[in-house]
Each structure stands twice: as C-alpha cells, then as structure tokens.
C-alpha cells in the first residue's frame, strides 16, 4: 500500500539509523534545527544585546502562531512558556477561589507534574481539589467525571489524552458540563496535539496547554498556552514576570498587565528553545493531522493485535476513537526487555504500571511495528534481558 506521509522520513536524519517509535516522549529533530540554531548563535555572537531586535522579545508569541493553526487558534491566541508545569501554574493562579466556587476537578490519571502545581498551589489559593478515580489505572469513566463537575466547580483541569494508556478523554463533553455549571476548562494537550485533531473553538476550552517535546517535534523548552480570547484579558495571573507588564522597560515597582497575548507570559523567554521549536510543527502542519491520525490508528490497532496475540497486558483502549498514539505492552521483566531494545537501535520507553511503550508515527513503515514485537519476543526467548537485571530503571 503506498504512504505518502513516508517521504517525510528524509527530514528526519536519525530515522536513517534507528527504528524510532517514541515520539510520545521525545520527538526525532528535524534536520532544519542545527541551522536554525546556528542562526540563533550567529545573532548572538554578531550582534550581542541588538540580537533583540531580532524579533527575540516577539518569539513567543510568533512562535506560539506556528502552533496555533493545529488547535483552530487564532493569531496570537497562543503563547510559548519554558514548560507545561509553569503554563498551568499561570493559569490556576489566575482565578479566583473565594466564596462557594472553590473546587478543582482532576483526576488520578492526569500527568503528576501537572498535578504537583495544583497540589500546591490548590491551598495557597483557598482551593479544594476533587480527585475523579479510575478503576481500572487506565480509563475515566465519563460519566463520573462528569458528575463530579458542579455548581461548587470553579476549574476542570484534565488531561486530553492520558499519559500512561493514551486514553482519549471527552474534551467536547466536559467543556459543555463546566460551562453549563459556571466553571472553566483547562485541558493539558501535551499527549494529543499533532497526533489527535483538537479544536478549540470547536470544544470551547477556556485554557489548553501543550509542548512541542513530543508529537511536534520540537525539543525541550517550548510549551505553549492558550487561553480563550473571551476571558483573557478578564484575568490575571500571579505566576508572572516583566513580558507580561504593558510597559515591560519602564521597570517600574507595580505590576499593570498588558493586553492581549503578553499578559500570559512571565520572566525572560527561552531564545534558543523557540528558535528550534517550530521546524517539527511546519512538518507536522503540511503533513496533515487528519492524515496523520489515520494512520496512528492504523498502525496502533496492528501493534495491539500482535501483542495480544502473544497473550501481552496492553494498556490501550481497544475502541481506536478513544485512543491516541501510544500503545503500551507489559510483561514481566518489561524495563529490562526495553533496555534491550534501545541497545538494539529500537527507540521506546518504559513507565512503571504501564510496561514498555510503543508510539508509531506519521514517519514510520509498518513493518517497524512487526520489529519492535518481534524483538520482544527475541528478548524473552533468548533471556537476553538478564544483562539488564537489578539496574536502576531510569526513565524520561
């Protein structure tokens, strides 16, 4: 069957050396980055503090418009932060809990750094957050999350897609359920934009945060943020710095916050980091996400039947429309099997209570998915895992 998303592999040079299916965690690099990033040291080192005039103190928000055509965003709607962890901080400091309204919806199944900032920040700012439970460590049953949303409900903050099943959560119905109440939405995006469609406009979101890391390609340092233009200027967060004053170099003693997009950043933004950040996300956009989804689901109802099929625990929703791009594959001794693979050029990750995770994507050949199995296999047939026993499990 022919694949046109392959000819998009020759703009990712390490794919020429290794079977690469780990995007849910670390992107390959485009092969523009090295150039883009020379680019960054040649302003620098020619023109030292006039490099701002290069368009540095804009970066954040010119990149964040690269982004934002892949979540129906509008033009400086979407702004870069050094990571996720900081954006939602942003965003829980900026409402306010007083009176009835002072309760925060999550669940236990949301990634733990998001987590950690509402934890502590919850009761600084005179919240209380609800905890949604799964039953199964995989899914969130709709329906509960939904009923734990109510008239004390001042902020859902979810995550889209689940870090450990890639279970979809229902965005569109959560959003109606919290407005229909009084309360706002903030979605963690950082495991579904660029391999699941999202829409913004479409699901009404009040905040949706997410990083370039991953599906997009980007390397660390450049999350983004966007918030709804209805409430944006309306509030104010107290996690903040000098971008978001309105006159940043009058360095004056008193915050007064600048409209529009500055108003959402903080302290200094991370140059190079937004210089390397937006190569994958070109790709990602000409390739086409629908495209892209289409063969992610393809490709991940393939890996689950030849995992299931050798009688593997997977942690995948098997209905593909509540499913992202990752398909995770447990059995016993399953950190030392991945080290196996990654000596093998074979690039996956391991969480704890999930097993070995597999992420194809757009740029992969289907007989990738068969290898990563079949290595597996190789791996417990051969005990070539045993190398591997009693090390520490170090994960990314």
């Known amino acids: 069957m022919s694949d046109a998303l392959l000819d998009y592999r020759k703009e990712f040079p390490i794919l020429e050396k290794t079977t690469y299916l780990v995007s849910n965690s670390l992107g390959p690099m485009p092969r523009s980055v090295p150039a883009k990033l020379a680019e960054y040291g040649a302003d620098w080192g020619d023109l030292g503090v006039k490099a701002w005039s290069r368009g540095w103190w804009e970066k954040p928000i010119d990149a964040g418009n690269e982004i934002a055509p892949l979540i129906n965003a509008g033009a400086s709607e979407v702004v870069m932060m050094p990571n996720v962890s900081i954006a939602q901080s942003a965003v829980v400091s900026s409402i306010d809990f007083a009176g009835p309204r002072d309760t925060i919806v999550m669940t236990e199944l949301d990634f733990p750094s998001v987590m950690y900032a509402y934890q502590q920040l919850a009761a600084r700012f005179g919240a209380r957050i609800v905890t949604v439970r799964s039953d199964d460590g995989m899914t969130i049953d709709r329906d509960r999350l939904l009923e734990a949303i109510d008239e004390r409900t001042r902020l859902v903050a979810i995550s889209h897609v689940l870090f450990k099943s890639a279970f979809i959560n229902d965005a569109n119905a959560v959003?109606?359920?919290?407005?229909?109440?009084?309360?706002?939405?903030?979605?963690?995006?950082?495991?579904?934009?660029?391999?699941?469609?999202?829409?913004?406009?479409?699901?009404?979101?009040?905040?949706?945060?997410?990083?370039?890391?991953?599906?997009?390609?980007?390397?660390?340092?450049?999350?983004?943020?966007?918030?709804?233009?209805?409430?944006r200027d309306a509030l104010a967060p107290a996690i903040t710095g000098w971008q978001a004053h309105v006159r940043p170099f009058a360095f004056e003693e008193r915050m007064e916050y600048a409209p529009g997009p500055f108003r959402w950043l903080n302290g200094t933004p991370v140059i190079p980091a937004l210089y390397a950040c937006v190569e994958g996300v070109k790709i990602i956009r000409d390739a086409g996400v629908e495209a892209i989804r289409e063969k992610s689901i393809r490709q991940t109802t393939k890996l689950i039947e030849l995992a299931e099929s050798r009688g593997y625990k997977v942690f995948a929703p098997r209905d593909s429309s509540r499913r992202g791009g990752t398909v995770a594959i447990d059995m016993p001794n399953g950190y030392e099997i991945a080290q196996v693979l990654l000596s093998r050029d074979i690039l996956v990750d391991y969480r704890v209570g999930a097993g070995i995770r597999v992420a194809p994507y757009f740029f992969n050949r289907d007989d990738e998915v068969e290898t990563v199995v079949a290595a597996i296999d190789e791996a417990i047939e051969t005990s070539s895992w045993k190398k591997y026993a009693g090390k520490v499990a170090i994960v990314t």
């Open 175 to 231: 959003c109606e359920k919290a407005h229909n109440v009084g309360a706002l939405v903030s979605l963690d995006a950082f495991h579904s934009v660029g391999i699941v469609p999202v829409d913004v406009k479409q699901s009404g979101v009040d905040f949706l945060t997410g990083g370039v890391l991953k599906w997009l390609c980007g390397g660390p340092g450049g999350c983004f943020l966007y918030v709804a233009p209805g409430i």
